[in-house]
């Protein structure tokens, strides 16, 4: 992987922040054109939004993309384009939560700070036999990690145990012949390893469904961008929006475009409705 092996806490903390929600094989070629087009944590600051955005294109969760951007900012504004290497002033960074904090600080900087992402989690929950993730066994992991960490290569035994859950102590079928740890581990040792730990409810996903229109004249249709603050803000979108219940698609969209082009369109043909999920909810698109 182009993001393994290396100790520049830019791409260290872009690759970390890629990675959020999302696999290593879907990250890798937009990792690699990223750094191509932006070598360096300066050359993001400088850039604008709609530039990164649009690179970060189709990898989703796009709130991850405006904080580094403009974290980036703040590096070269108030620390010379220096990435911190100290907690306080790192995680007061826009994105940069405990989780990403401890694998560019452990990573890049040899600091012995814990990583407690999913796979962590899912590795010492089935050594320490924990079949619950509450608050008062996630600190147990968390103080065990932090207890065990070597302080001559963190970065190392970070990477290790995240790589371990992702490649062998995986959620369902766990290959504990294979893992260097099965030795020690208390849900190895009750032929069950996939019971730990106990998968949390999933939450029913609301559905919604979403109308818009395009507006063409000549050769030319109008698009809008939505609002910084909005979800999936920067981007661009046809005007529309939720239909509401029991209201006609015609009806809506007739609505929404009066709400935010100020004008009652003519509706000359339906196109067709395409269904798509994010991660929290559903949409049918017409």
């Given at each position: 992987?182009?993001?393994?092996?290396?100790?520049?806490?830019?791409?260290?903390?872009?690759?970390?922040?890629?990675?959020?929600?999302?696999?290593?094989?879907?990250?890798?070629?937009?990792?690699?054109?990223?750094?191509?087009?932006?070598?360096?944590?300066?050359?993001?600051?400088?850039?604008?939004?709609?530039?990164?955005?649009?690179?970060?294109?189709?990898l989703?969760?796009?709130?991850?993309?405006?904080?580094?951007?403009?974290?980036?900012?703040?590096?070269?504004?108030?620390?010379?384009?220096?990435?911190?290497n100290?907690?306080?002033?790192?995680?007061?960074?826009?994105?940069?939560?405990d989780?990403?904090?401890?694998?560019?600080?452990?990573?890049?900087?040899?600091?012995?700070?814990?990583?407690?992402?999913?796979?962590?989690?899912?590795?010492?929950?089935?050594?320490?036999?924990?079949?619950?993730?509450?608050?008062?066994?996630?600190?147990?992991?968390?103080?065990?990690?932090?207890?065990?960490?070597?302080?001559?290569?963190?970065?190392?035994?970070?990477?290790?145990?995240?790589?371990?859950?992702?490649?062998?102590?995986?959620?369902?079928?766990?290959?504990?012949?294979?893992?260097?740890l099965?030795?020690?581990?208390?849900?190895?040792?009750?032929?069950?390893?996939?019971?730990?730990?106990?998968?949390?409810?999933?939450?029913?996903?609301?559905?919604?469904?979403?109308?818009?229109?395009?507006?063409?004249?000549?050769?030319?249709?109008?698009?809008?961008?939505?609002?910084?603050?909005?979800?999936?803000?920067?981007?661009?979108?046809?005007?529309?929006?939720?239909?509401?219940?029991?209201?006609?698609?015609?009806?809506?969209?007739?609505?929404?475009?009066?709400?935010?082009?100020?004008?009652?369109p003519?509706?000359?043909?339906?196109?067709?409705?395409?269904?798509?999920?994010?991660?929290?909810?559903?949409?049918?698109?017409?």
């Open positions: 992987m182009p993001f393994r092996d290396i100790d520049d806490p830019y791409k260290i903390w872009l690759s970390e922040v890629m990675l959020q929600q999302t696999q290593v094989k879907t990250v890798v070629p937009y990792y690699n054109r990223w750094i191509k087009r932006y070598p360096s944590i300066k050359s993001v600051a400088v850039a604008d939004l709609g530039s990164v955005l649009k690179m970060w294109e189709g989703g969760y796009y709130t991850r993309c405006r904080n580094f951007h403009t974290a980036a900012k703040i590096v070269v504004k108030n620390f010379n384009g220096i990435i911190p100290d907690w306080e002033n790192l995680s007061s960074l826009p994105g940069v939560g989780y990403t904090a401890a694998a560019i600080l452990s990573i890049a900087f040899n600091k012995p700070y814990a990583v407690m992402d999913g796979n962590a989690k899912r590795v010492m929950s089935r050594i320490l036999g924990i079949k619950n993730l509450t608050s008062w066994n996630l600190s147990r992991i968390d103080k065990t990690l932090s207890n065990i960490i070597p302080e001559h290569t963190p970065g190392n035994f970070n990477q290790s145990i995240m790589e371990l859950g992702a490649t062998l102590c995986t959620p369902r079928s766990p290959s504990c012949n294979k893992c260097p099965s030795f020690g581990c208390k849900a190895f040792k009750t032929n069950k390893p996939h019971c730990y730990p106990k998968p949390s409810a999933k939450k029913i996903k609301p559905h919604y469904t979403i109308v818009v229109g395009i507006i063409w004249r000549e050769n030319k249709f109008f698009i809008q961008r939505r609002s910084e603050k909005s979800m999936l803000g920067g981007l661009w979108e046809f005007p529309g929006g939720k239909v509401k219940n029991g209201e006609l698609l015609e009806v809506a969209l007739k609505r929404e475009i009066k709400e935010e082009c100020g004008v009652y003519s509706i000359i043909k339906r196109i067709g409705a395409v269904d798509h999920a994010y991660s929290h909810f559903s949409i049918t698109f017409h």
